[in-house]
Every structure is written in C-alpha cells, then in structure tokens.
C-alpha cells in the first residue's frame, strides 16, 4: 500500500469509535475475553481486490495477537469462491472488527473493480482513466488509492494540487481570458491550469489563453472530436460529464487523452465479501 500508515490509522480509528462506541453488547457479554479465534475472508464476486491490508490494520489495531496469511494483494483479480486470507486472533476483536473492515474492504474493491471495467473499455486508444474530487469526505486518499489499483490515473487530490476553472469560476471571474490571466501573475510555476469549456468557443478562447488542460464538460461526441483536432495536442483534453460504461469506448474515440468520471468514488456498488469465522 503507498499510503502511510499514520493516515490509514487516523480513518480506521474513527470508524472503529463510531461502531464500537464505547461497548459492543453482543460480543462482550458472550465471548470470552482469552478465546482465540480463526477467520477467513471469501471472494462472493469477479472483481479486483483493494483495501486487504487495510482491513488486516482494523483488527490490528483492535488486537496485538492478530496475525494473517493473505492469498492475494491489492490490484489482483479474483473470481467467486476464492479464499482471500484467513486471519487469526481474539474472537472478540474479530466480531468488534468484522463490519470496519469489510466496509472499507467491499467499498475499495469495488472502486477498483469498476475503474478496470472502464480501463477495458478504452483498450486500444490513447485516454486514461481517472476520478474526480467527487469523493466521500474522509475517504479520498483511500478512494484514489482505489482507483490506481483498477488501473486508473488520480485526478487532483484536492485544491492546491492544480488550478481548475470551472463555469462558476469563469462566469463569476469575467471570463477565461481574464481568470487564467490572473493566475498566471499568482501561481508557482509547477501549478497547473485546467479551464472547463461548454463549447467550441470556449475551448478556443482556453487555447488562446494558455490553458495546460481543456476540459470538455458535457459535451457531444462530434463536438469533442472537434475539440481534439482543434487543440492538436497544445493542451491535454479531459472528456467529463455524464459518461457511462456503455458509452465510455466511444468518448475514447474522439481522442481525448483523460476520461473522468465521478461515479467510480461516489456511487459505485460494493464488491461482494464474506468473513466467516471457524466454529
């Protein structure tokens, strides 16, 4: 995993203090403090697996007897009815810790699983994948570190990565002209400019202007495609904007270099899997 360990920590303690509380009832009051117990996790699903050292921290965190062996790593796909790890420790603390770490497990790999779907999908052009800041608050480290193992490319992690002009930006600077002007006398020279454009004439003034970025927000094929040739390579396209897995290969065609899409952080479906615990 490429994030350090301090962040990871700082968000599995917080969910832990939300579900645990300050007592677990149905654990507590029936287990035995010294059992030990062994567990296993199940892929119920075809996916790409992210988020497995994660959730080995959660009972870590809970249990400094808990040991693992783990089958697979983060980035591998795996098929329905495979054995993912099984993990031993106190029995409390993996009943206190199953829900934390499956919900980060599930959540992760299915943004993963759904970043390569969509890596597949434009197999065969130029244009990478990549998400959006359209992400859980809390979350957005891992949800990014998610889409990497799909095989997807990380967008800006937040505002002071690259200076985007969005419409409200631009309507409310007075223009692109005006409001790349104005960055350009403001930012360091390793801050990036991406201005969003609604249409030609925007994508037009964008290059005037110098923009390193163009993106093409809610726009028709044809009219991306028109983009692309425009631009000619003196600035990198972004496709965005109600973009689909059905439609995804085809906004590739147009020769954009970027797709992005926020629905891989914000509504992606859960990847299916079970812990069992051995009786």
Known sequence: MILPQFYVDDIIRNAIKEDINYIDVSTVFVIPETQQGTARFISKADG???????????????????????????????????????FKGKTACLLQGERTALNLLQHLSGIATATLACVKAVEGTKASIAE????????????????????GRNHRYNLSDAAM????????????????????????????????TRNMDEVREAVEAGADIIMLDNMSNDEMREACAFID????????GNVTLATIHEVA?????????????HSVKAFDISMRIDK
């Open 48 to 86: 790409v697996l992210c988020g497995l050292e994660i959730a080995m921290r959660v009972f870590q965190l809970l249990d400094d007897t808990f040991g693992y062996e783990a089958y697979f790593k983060d980035g591998d796909e795996v098929k329905k009815g495979d054995l993912i790890a099984v």
């Open 132 to 151: 959006t800041r359209k992400t859980l608050p809390g979350l957005r480290a891992l949800q990014k570190y998610a889409v990497t193992c799909g095989g």
């Open 165 to 196: 002009l969005k419409d409200n930006h631009i309507d409310a600077g007075g223009g692109i002209t005006k409001t790349v002007a104005l960055l350009r006398q403001k930012l360091g020279h390793t801050v990036k400019i991406e201005v969003e």
């Open 233 to 240: 390579g003196r600035a990198v396209t972004e496709a965005s």
């Open 253 to 265: 065609q147009t020769g954009v270099d970027i797709i992005s899409l926020g629905a891989l952080t």
